[in-house]
């Protein structure tokens, strides 16, 4: 028993005026060892405190005067005899008695102990499971709210379903609940209507806004404490249960958290309410919180991305969800600062003050939303430090660039929204770049506005060709003029032209590819695309077709198909389309030139005006019909406006598009591209097979176009090379396209222009009928020296109707024109129809006046030589020139022994053209014919 006090002696606290134990487990039952007056007494009906008068608080010193109480049976053996022992015996059975009512008392200390211990461990189970139930439905809450985002009508459907089941309800939860819960329905009315609609949204920010923090309390008590409403030991959640309602209300709150977690109603379906306020609910609640919620798959990166928002030190509580449970969170004693990150309170916190508003309208439908759920979640915070501002941040960058759900999916990755910034800013500075890199070079040369994208191209639309002119009055002789995103620097004065043409060749020896020609490789492999050494060659073999003696060698050819085009004119009077009959006769002229073959184009039996009727004429004349009228299709689709295919169009706005859109277009059955592509595979066939015919020909000696190049190529190794068959199918067919639409237009102008005139018709007339016998064939020598007038009229005719208005080139490097430095590949471009009407050069520019190219008159001799070129100027200007001149003077010489033409009735006044790579007719030029007799 010694031990026993001794240990009583360590454990046992001294209180002044008796002892008494500090904790449960040093109350001690009554005990054998007493001192004077001492002894253990009750102190309450579970305690008993030990009793004696060394045993008081603070001093020490007297502990030693205890002492065990002595028995009587000890003292007597101490003390001698054994005449005492039966008197002992009896004191030893009592003593016995003594300490099994001390055992017994000590037994059952033990078993009391031991229940509360058993009861502490239950109690800590418990505590742990409520514990894992909360997380589990955070876990579903926020599972929720990621399901809720993707439904737009939750809120609203959430809201009707409360209010139908607050009716259900009766009178008297409907009664406490109102207390409480009837505005906010309203308030979740108007927060599904902010997911709607922006407007509302300041309506709703003007609310009463401690009412709806209060029912978000109240909605979210219930997930959080459904199962412990009867045993609340947070006192915060305790003091919200005893002010939401009660159990009652827990079982409304339960049962609205129910309705939340029911996939029925976040995936949108329509629910039937169930009205239940019984168990279902409660095991229906159990079932969701029991099924294991993917946690990490689909939130844990958005929670870790808040823990990494937070400071350091809070983070473990952060990571277990409580950015969606803010009471929880708070009542756990935890500054709220990290919780309150995404809270209406800090939007706007960072849209400073009623931005708020503003922000709801931007955010989109998805965005707004999302505010709605983080007003229901998380009201009732209020924080403003740079955490939140920073994770607000953040959550408005990735509401703008990246919308809602990647961020839910990613969480908030700031070096993530970072590189995106960055890479959008990055494609919008090169799409930047890339629009207005071509202007910024060149924008010191004067120009009107530039439209984005468009460039001038509505200018164009408004003015048609004449812009030019328009342009060259209000911005001088050099200005700049925006093909769609492409800059042009438009020289409209002739020393200028002659600067950038002759002068500066060197530095300016190409053309640059506009966007109809870029879409057509058929059109690109001639000469006049080719560049630098390859042109110069492809140049120079070309030149000895053009020989004098070789274009005098072509005049017979030349008058007989011009003859025979005009057996065509059966009767004095008849009204013919003269620009296809021209166009007829310019195609078989240029087709026996350059191809040797005859088209038969212009032959009597194809009198009709249209190029279609030939399909009636048997295989041969079918094919050909169709091989032109292919050539005609592919050539006029080339425009320069906006009526183009779509890639011509692309590539007038956004040039590097214009590529893959003609890939993919031309695959497109029924869409221009695709014709365009077709027309030019046929076209392109027709031709290999013509060089591949002419190639395999014995009979060299023939003079056609073709045969020379063929020739040429075998004789010099260089052009050869140069001249691949591709090369020579691209030249001979760019020779039928420059050499027939542009003499054909020139030659129907002169007619049309003439006709007007009659001056002008009757001094022709004279110097025709004046030249000779009208059998009589002039020669090339003849064409050149004896019809002066014709020269005048035809130059003016040119003059008036500039078939090339402008005159493409590129810069190679930099350049300087007309005091403005031009960088390396500034696309110049000559304007001869901006020349031609200049009335420093032709006074009365638009009055039709042959004479003023008279070489004794003063006006021809002050001119500018370079003034009048439509066929282009310098090393690079027009190779047909002379071929081309000497077939509309002999059709002219022609025509005019034989007929007069008259305007038809039919014909538009002014007469209207169409912009494409050339100038055409917009409905062709109708003109009777006069038989002369
Ligand atoms: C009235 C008829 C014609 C006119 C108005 C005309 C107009 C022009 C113009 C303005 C140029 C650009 C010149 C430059 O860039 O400086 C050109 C080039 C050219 N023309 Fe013509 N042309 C006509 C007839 C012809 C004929 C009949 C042929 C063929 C037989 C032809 C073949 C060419 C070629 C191959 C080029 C490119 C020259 C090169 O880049 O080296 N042209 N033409």
Not at 404 to 425: F, K, R, Y
Not at 459 to 464: F, N, R, T, V, Y
Not at 725 to 734: C, G, R
């Amino acid at each position: 028993m010694e031990g026993v006090v001794v240990k009583e002696e360590e454990t046992v606290t001294c209180t002044g005026g008796g002892a008494s134990s500090s904790s449960s487990s040093s109350s001690f039952s009554p005990h054998p060892m007493e001192g004077l007056n001492e002894g253990f007494r009750k102190v309450d009906p579970d305690r008993w405190e030990f009793a004696n008068e060394g045993f008081l608080g603070g001093q020490k010193h007297l502990l030693k005067t205890i002492k065990r109480k002595r028995h009587l049976s000890q003292t007597t053996q101490q003390q001698g005899g054994g005449a005492c022992i039966e008197v002992g015996q009896f004191e030893f059975e009592g003593e016995l008695e003594r300490l099994k009512r001390d055992r017994n008392v000590l037994m059952a200390e033990i078993v009391r102990l031991k229940q509360q211990q058993q009861q502490s461990r239950e109690h800590i189970a418990a505590m742990e499971d409520r514990l894992r139930s909360t997380e589990r439905k955070q876990q579903r809450v926020m599972t929720f709210l990621a399901k809720a985002l993707n439904n737009p009508s939750f809120i609203e459907q959430f809201a009707q379903r409360a209010a139908q089941r607050r009716e259900i309800r009766g009178v008297e939860i409907g009664r406490k609940r109102r207390l409480t819960a009837s505005p906010s329905v309203e308030n979740l009315q108007e927060v599904a209507s902010v997911a709607l609609g922006s407007s509302q949204f300041v309506d709703y920010m003007n609310q009463d806004l401690p009412t709806i923090e209060n029912e978000m309390e109240t909605l979210f008590s219930a997930v959080l404490d459904n199962e412990s409403s009867s045993d609340i030991k947070d006192p915060i959640a305790s003091s919200m249960h005893t002010a939401n309602g009660g159990s009652n209300l827990d079982a409304v709150n339960e049962t609205i958290w129910e309705e939340l977690l029911t996939d029925d109603l976040v995936s949108g379906e329509p629910n039937e309410v169930a009205v239940s306020d019984e168990p279902e609910v409660d095991v229906e609640v159990e079932d969701l919180v029991a099924k294991p919620v993917d946690w990490s798959d689909d939130f844990q990166d958005l929670v870790d991305q808040m823990g990494y928002l937070r400071p350091e030190r809070q983070q473990r509580s952060f990571r277990r969800g409580a950015v969606f449970s803010g009471r929880s969170y708070k009542a756990a004693g935890q500054p709220a600062s990290c919780v309150t990150a995404l809270s209406p309170h800090n939007l706007g916190v960072l849209s400073s003050g009623d931005r708020r508003p503003a922000m709801a309208t931007h955010l989109g439908e998805r965005g707004r939303r999302f505010i709605s759920l983080l007003l229901v979640v998380d009201w009732p915070f209020e924080v403003n430090d740079d955490v939140t501002q920073r994770s607000l941040f953040c959550l408005k960058i990735c509401i703008f660039c990246r919308g809602w759900h990647p961020m839910i999916e990613n969480g908030l990755d700031v070096p993530m929204v970072t590189a995106i910034v960055c890479t959008v800013s990055a494609m919008l500075l090169g799409l930047l770049g890339y629009l207005y890199g071509p202007y910024w070079g060149v924008r010191k040369v004067p120009g009107p506005p530039v439209i984005p994208l468009l460039g001038h191209l509505p200018l164009m639309a408004k003015h048609g060709p004449d812009v030019f002119t328009v342009l060259a009055k209000r911005y001088g002789p050099i200005f700049r003029f925006h093909m769609g995103r492409q800059p042009l620097i438009i020289v409209a004065d002739p020393e200028l032209c002659k600067e950038v043409a002759i002068k500066k060749f060197k530095d300016i020896p190409n053309r640059s590819v506009p966007s109809p020609i870029s879409a057509s490789p058929l059109h690109q492999k001639g000469l006049f695309f080719t560049r630098d050494a390859r042109w110069s060659t492809m140049r120079n073999t070309i030149l000895s077709v053009y020989q004098p003696s070789h274009l005098a060698s072509l005049v017979p050819t030349m008058q007989s198909f011009i003859e025979s085009a005009t057996e065509n004119f059966q009767s004095s009077n008849e009204e013919i389309t003269f620009s296809n009959f021209s166009l007829k006769l310019a195609t078989d002229v240029i087709g026996q030139a350059a191809f040797g073959v005859d088209f038969g184009l212009s032959k009597p039996q194809s009198a009709s005006d249209s190029i279609n009727s030939f399909h009636s004429q048997g295989k041969d004349n079918c094919d050909v019909s169709e091989f032109i009228n292919q050539h005609i299709y592919s050539t006029t689709q080339l425009k320069m406006d906006l009526s183009g295919s779509f890639s011509i169009i692309i590539g007038l706005l956004v040039p590097i598009l214009q590529e893959p859109f003609r890939q993919i277009l031309k695959r497109i059955p029924g869409t221009m591209d695709w014709k365009v592509d077709r027309t030019n595979r046929n076209i392109s066939g027709r031709l290999d097979e013509i060089v591949r015919k002419k190639m395999e020909e014995k009979n060299r000696g023939s003079k056609d176009f073709l045969s020379l190049i063929l020739r040429s190529r075998e004789s010099e190794t260089l052009s050869k090379k140069v001249f691949t068959p591709d090369y020579i199918s691209a030249v001979t067919y760019e020779h039928l396209l420059a050499g027939s639409i542009t003499t054909s237009f020139t030659l129907s102008s002169i007619v049309y222009l003439v006709a007007q005139h009659p001056e002008t018709e009757k001094k022709l007339l004279a110097e025709i009928d004046g030249f000779g016998p009208h059998d009589q064939i002039p020669t090339a020598h003849d064409l050149q020296n004896k019809f002066p007038y014709l020269d005048q009229v035809v130059k003016e005719a040119m003059r008036f109707y500039v078939v090339s208005p402008l005159v493409a080139r590129e810069t190679s490097k930099e350049v300087e024109i007309g005091g403005y430095v031009l960088p390396k590949g500034t696309w110049i471009w000559l304007a001869p129809g901006v020349l031609a009407k200049d009335p420093k050069n032709f006074p009365e520019p638009d009055r039709f006046k042959p004479e003023r190219f008279d070489p004794n008159c003063e006006e021809e001799k002050r001119r500018h030589p370079c003034a009048l070129i439509p066929f282009g100027i310098g090393p690079r200007a027009c190779i047909g020139k002379k071929f081309s001149i000497q077939e509309i003077k002999l059709s002219l010489i022609h025509l005019y022994r034989k007929y007069l033409f008259r305007h038809s009735p039919n014909m538009e006044k002014p007469l209207e053209f169409e912009f494409g790579i050339v100038l055409n007719f917009k409905r062709g030029v109708k003109l009777r014919i006069i038989k002369r007799t």
